[in-house]
């Protein structure tokens, strides 16, 4: 059986091959057709230099026309796809090629310890030079592919410590994609404006799948800028974003229900969105945005509901053929409305970390489920809401302290523009609520914000320290990276800490 997911996106382009597939910046516009032929191109380089079914392709290279076409080429000889953030430094990336034990790498520069071909931000480079060179050995066909067999590796962020390869196959791809096109209504006259990354699941699988799948133009933007976008929006149907997006979108002073009149979905990921931007979103323009819950190693696991009400604050019900449980610390579910952990399961969940048997073991149950590390609960109608990650819940004197809870309340205090609450080491309560906060104009001091929670949160779960800050450390999705927060102020009630 052809299980080889290239396939099933080929089987719908080349139904369109006159059509727009990218739409890029610089105004150049990619048929259909030139992707078509530049993956069968590509993929004769692959195949040329060494690349058989199931070796790793490590690839750090900027985002681009050719750098998608390379994505597709390496599923379609039967590779392993592995993309790296460009942010990664040589020592980063030198772990990763350790790891992965890649037969090709392709990045901006040479390495020494592995078969590398460069590409630029343009797509230009020697892998472009090689396909010029081997023009007459395009690959026609697919390679046939076993629906557990690998089709990428994402490592995961590192934060609890040495990343993890999460291994996705073609099988796992395919259900997703096929699941989201369905739930979100795709069809071939939308237009996605793509302004995210592709070293990561949500540039690269669930917005680029969508609209492969459906054989639909993509204006393909290199990254996110607001006034761009804004600009844009009125020749696309589709946005898919991190809640960066949104809140930088709601400061340009043209966003109103005129400039999104033709957007038919709005859809939000990869971070929480907070219950003020998405209110604020359907007081500027009129529309609801679509979260969804997602992460490497399932890709989506939740989606709200196209068609039906969008609760601001949870991630709506399990896609089709999936399912999720809030479960304590053996699996088993807990009542509705109590916090536990998610879990989810389904054709959609990883076939497991790459040279981690032992881990893999620790986070999917003997029963299928996978233990996502976030904290849920659900409601009366089924619908999740992430509490936040387990690694973030702030154990003070014995109690229980949901980030997330706090900061909801936090965040609508006035003075106040967005806050990250975190554990730090307390000699008497073992840890103590700290709040670091990026305040609109003025800084913000604990007395306010003990007296605004006064009434509404538990003494316990008040901060005992506040601390201004200019901004919050994201990773490249707009993640706040609470590692980072908590190493900064490890020592704040030592001495030792920043004030």
């Not at 690959?139 to 999460?166: C, E, F, H, M, N």
């Not at 761009?228 to 340009?252: I, K, N, W």
């Amino acid at each position: 059986m052809m299980s080889n997911f290239y396939q099933t996106l080929e089987n719908s382009f080349v139904t369109n091959l006159s059509g727009d597939a990218l739409r890029l910046a610089d105004g150049t516009v990619w048929r259909y057709q030139r992707l078509h032929e530049r993956v069968a191109e590509i993929a004769g380089v692959l195949v040329a230099e060494g690349l058989q079914p199931s070796d790793r392709l490590v690839v750090q290279v900027e985002k681009s026309a050719e750098n998608l076409a390379l994505y597709l080429a390496c599923l379609k000889v039967g590779g392993v796809y592995v993309p790296l953030n460009t942010a990664y430094t040589d020592a980063e990336v030198d772990y990763f090629v350790q790891d992965a034990m890649p037969t090709l790498f392709v990045g901006q520069s040479q390495r020494s310890d592995v078969k590398t071909f460069t590409m630029d931000e343009n797509g230009q480079g020697t892998l472009l030079e090689c396909v010029a060179a081997h023009s007459g050995l395009p690959v026609s066909s697919a390679v046939t592919r076993q629906p557990d067999d690998l089709a990428a590796i994402l490592y995961t962020s590192g934060t609890t410590g040495r990343s993890k390869g999460a291994m996705l196959s073609h099988a796992n791809l395919a259900s997703n994609a096929l699941s989201l096109s369905t739930c979100w209504g795709w069809q071939k006259d939308d237009v996605l404006l793509h302004a995210l990354p592709i070293f990561h699941v949500h540039g690269l699988f669930i917005a680029s799948h969508c609209a492969l799948l459906n054989a639909a133009p993509m204006i393909f933007l290199p990254k996110f800028d607001a006034a761009q976008v804004l600009e844009l929006l009125p020749q696309a149907t589709v946005l898919m974003g991190v809640p960066t997006f949104y809140t930088r979108l709601l400061q340009q002073a043209g966003l109103n229900q005129a400039s999104v009149a033709s957007i038919r979905v709005f859809i939000c990921g990869s971070a929480p969105l907070t219950e003020q931007t998405f209110n604020a979103w359907e007081a500027a323009t009129g529309q609801r945005i679509l979260e969804r819950y997602g992460m490497s190693e399932t890709i989506i696991n939740t989606s709200n509901p196209l068609e039906g009400e969008r609760v601001a604050g949870t991630v709506g019900f399990a896609l089709p053929a999936q399912e999720f449980r809030i479960a304590d610390a053996d699996g088993k579910p807990v009542q509705t409305g109590e916090i536990g952990t998610i879990e989810v399961r389904g054709p959609n969940v990883f076939q497991g970390y790459w040279q981690m048997p032992e881990k893999t073991a620790e986070e999917i149950r003997d029963d299928g489920f996978f233990i996502t590390g976030d904290l849920g609960t659900t409601d009366e109608d089924g619908r999740l809401s992430i509490v936040g990650r387990a690694k973030d819940l702030v154990i003070s004197g014995g109690y229980n302290v949901y980030p997330k809870e706090v900061e909801g309340i936090i965040d609508k205090i006035p003075g106040v523009s967005e806050s990250a609450v975190i554990g730090v080491p307390h000699a008497d309560f073992g840890e103590a609520v700290v709040v670091v906060i990026v305040p609109s104009a003025e800084p913000v001091d604990v007395e306010t914000i003990q007296a605004h929670l006064a009434d509404s949160l538990a003494r316990f779960k008040q901060p005992k320290i506040a601390v201004n800050v200019d901004a919050l450390p994201r990773n490249t999705m707009g993640k706040v990276q609470k590692n980072i927060l908590r190493e900064q102020y490890a020592g704040l009630l030592s001495g030792d800490g920043v004030s």
